[in-house]
């Protein structure tokens, strides 16, 4: 416990360099960009585009009486921050070796300012949400008040896995090259494309296991007042993330000491 606390008070010294490398990881994003932040929801528009031809149109997923564009949209906005940030994430330690080796700072910093950057690229295509609720008629109720709960938990699945990663790829460089994979794998086992009603009873504590599901499925329920909150979902959701940062956080601090001998 005596070290923990003495981890928070350093982490509290370097602070200003945290809110730094954040803001630096945002400007590098669109620098020499046309479009700039415009492309935060360009992407999960496009996407949207695609998802409702294939599988609206040609599949014919249900998509729980919610119109299929808001349906995809609001399963994307979460999807795209999660995935675009683990892989950021998994590759920061690797990218930022000059840093490391020169100057001493909480390593830690450096995979939660890269989850913290991506938040103002979700935060944009989150507010363009409105403009769906307000076409489709769609009037919020108190679960609107879910919502920023429901970001903090995206952010700190995708900050554990995304440490946990970062730490394991400083040792073994393969992670890298296979974490896009199994990201990839994961926008199936997500409920983007079909709500969890979709899948077969027995199988849904299985799906309940990826955080994404109950995190995903909530941020429709806050945002459309029929949808109800599956608790159960959540609830698992929030227990798999606590223990994801705590297995996360552990294993970091253990290749920390050595981080700067193996990277």
């Known amino acids: 416990m005596r070290f923990n606390v003495k981890w928070v008070v350093e982490l509290w010294r370097y602070r200003e360099l945290f809110y730094f490398l954040a803001w630096r990881n945002v400007k590098v994003r669109y620098k020499q960009t046309v479009l700039g ?5 360009l992407q999960p528009l496009m996407t949207m585009a695609i998802f409702m031809v294939l599988f609206s149109r040609i599949v014919k997923i249900p998509t729980n009486e919610i119109p299929p564009a808001l349906f995809y949209y609001i399963g994307l906005v979460p999807w795209i921050y999660f995935s675009g940030t683990l892989n950021l994430c998994t590759a920061s330690l690797v990218t930022n070796v000059s840093l490391i080796t020169k100057v001493y700072f909480p390593r830690i910093i450096i995979p939660a300012s890269v989850a913290l950057s991506g938040i103002v690229d979700f935060l944009i295509a989150v507010f363009f949400i409105g403009g769906f609720m307000i076409y489709y008629g769609i009037v919020p109720n108190v679960q609107l008040f879910l919502l920023p709960f429901l970001i903090v938990l995206l952010f700190a699945f995708t900050y554990g896995l995304g440490m946990f990663l970062a730490a394991l790829t400083a040792q073994f460089r393969d992670v890298k090259h296979a974490t896009p994979f199994f990201i990839q794998l ?4 997500s409920p983007i494309i079909y709500p969890p009603s979709f899948i077969s009873e027995q199988y849904r504590f299985w799906l309940g ?20 909150v599956q608790w159960n979902l959540l609830i698992l959701s929030i227990l798999v993330t606590a223990v994801m940062l705590i297995v996360g956080t552990m294993y970091f601090h253990k290749v920390e000491r050595t981080l700067a001998d193996v990277i």
């Open 37 to 41: 932040v415009v492309w935060a929801v």
């Open 186 to 189: 994961g926008l199936f086992i």
């Open 209 to 228: 296991l990826n955080p994404l599901t109950g995190i995903i499925d909530s941020f429709r329920a806050a945002i459309i007042p029929d949808q109800p």
